[in-house]
């Protein structure tokens, strides 16, 4: 467990190097909106197509890793969703369990390929971009098929298929996919320029993380972000793990799938959240919450894993 805390350690120091640089007042608050949308529009889709455009998935068991990660996206989805009454009566309001289900089911991209470049080498980077490639679709329909139905706009089919098929995420992805399984090669100078770009993504990518962060928020946490951290954190690792190992995933590809159910929710559901109707506030102290208990929490996590891919 000390090794694994030892090798994520600088994934959270840049995470919190970003929280610090937010707050020094010799940088522009300007600066942070335009790098959030450089980072979502640019940064890391250009991972992704670089990844996957490159990655050799030989000997990687993509039916067996698509069932294990969808069906468990989809599981700890529908279980959430069929909660909803319980939550109601709880009086928790519908914008705030859009975050709930949000921060549950999405992934924080730059950690865990940050964290399974420092683990398992670039071996474990294809492997986890193969994995978030095949459930980056499904998230993304599930979560604005919450927000459009719970979020209070208009319960529109069209706007619910344009964000997701004009998500950049999931265009990179998909691109990434295409160009590799058909073999089609950029232009070298044109491949470079994206590695380029895509090397800059993880580190900068964390710092945008770290700036994000609301602590204030997280030192008055209430019981549903307490909740979402619990789902999110345990959960979810619980629910992708056991599946996997099931379905005979071992070694280092079950650890793969453990870090990438470990770590806590992305940012960019905070910007979903704030677009149609959700509850962003309590998104952001969420994944504040998340963030910070994930430091423990993932070495915990691929600790145990280690036990079960022997």
């Known amino acids: 467990m000390l090794v694994v805390f ?14 610090v640089l937010k707050r020094w007042r010799k940088i522009d608050d300007g ?9 979502f529009y640019v940064l890391f889709p250009a991972l992704l197509f670089s990844t996957l455009a490159q990655a050799d998935f030989a000997g990687m068991e993509a039916g067996t890793l698509a069932i294990a990660s969808i069906g468990s996206v989809t599981l700890m989805s529908a279980a959430i969703l069929l909660a909803w009454p319980l939550f109601r009566k709880a009086g928790v309001s519908a914008a705030s369990f859009t975050t709930v289900f949000q921060t549950s089911t999405r992934w924080n991209g730059f950690m865990a390929l940050a964290t399974a470049g420092k683990l398992y080498g670039q071996e474990g980077i294809g492997m986890l971009a193969l994995i978030m490639t095949l459930i980056i679709i499904p998230i ?18 069209r706007v619910f298929l344009t964000k997701v098929l004009t998500n950049p995420l999931v265009l990179a992805s998909a691109l990434g996919a295409v160009f590799n399984l058909l073999g089609i090669s950029l232009y070298a100078p044109v491949m470079e320029t994206i590695d380029l770009v895509a090397e800059a993504s993880l580190s900068l990518g964390l710092i945008m993380v770290g700036a994000g962060l609301r602590v204030a928020d997280a030192l008055r946490p209430t019981g549903v972000a307490l909740l979402s951290v619990a789902l999110k954190l345990f959960a979810m690792p619980l629910v992708m793990v056991s599946a996997a190992w099931l379905l005979g995933i071992e070694g280092n590809a079950l650890l793969v799938v453990a ?37 423990l929490t993932i070495p915990l996590v691929l600790t145990l894993a280690a036990y079960a891919a022997g």
């Open 6 to 19: 030892e090798s994520i350690l600088p994934v959270f120091l840049l995470v919190i190097l970003g929280t």
């Open 31 to 39: 600066l942070w909106v335009g790098l959030e949308q450089l980072g």
């Open 140 to 157: 993304n329909l599930y979560n604005i098929g919450i927000l459009v139905w719970f979020g209070g706009g208009a319960r529109d089919v």
């Open 259 to 295: 870090l990438g159910a470990s770590v806590p929710t992305a940012m960019n559901g905070y910007l979903l959240a704030k677009q149609m109707g959700g509850d962003a506030p309590l998104y952001a102290s969420v994944a504040t919450l998340q963030t910070a208990a994930s430091f």
